[in-house]
Nanobody
């Protein structure tokens, strides 16, 4: 069983920055694709970003490309999401997820383990 715990959410003004962290309790962290998703009230959970096993490949939703950066540190079993130039529409609960399947899918069902989420609120 893999446990995933997010941290770093909070309230920030539009144009500001936040860095989310996600720690996974698993020995074979480098065997998992790691992703970030978000869910705003009344909306479906949507893909934000993902990083491959070594971190050599990344994938972003068009809505965050150029503003968000995903990275991972396999020695620390941690993945990060640096969020810059935040907008009110980025307000959501952000979830970290670990996937044991292949690389490239943005689907929620491609990920096996999920954290509880961390709230990000961007005020205008």
């Amino acid at each position: 069983q893999v446990q995933v715990v997010e941290s770093g959410g909070g309230l920030v003004q539009a144009g500001g920055s936040l860095r989310l962290s996600c720690a996974a309790s698993v020995r074979t962290f480098s065997r998992y694709v790691m992703g970030w998703f978000r869910q705003a009230p009344g909306k479906e959970r949507e893909f934000v970003a993902a990083t491959s096993w070594s971190g050599g490949s990344t994938n972003y939703a068009d809505s965050v490309k150029g503003r968000f950066t995903i990275s991972r540190d396999n020695a620390k079993n941690t993945v990060y999401l640096q969020m810059n130039s935040l907008k009110p529409e980025d307000t959501a609960v952000y979830y970290c997820a670990a996937g044991s399947g292949g690389w490239g899918s943005r689907a929620v069902l491609s990920y096996d383990y999920w954290g509880q989420g961390t709230q990000v609120t961007v005020s205008s």
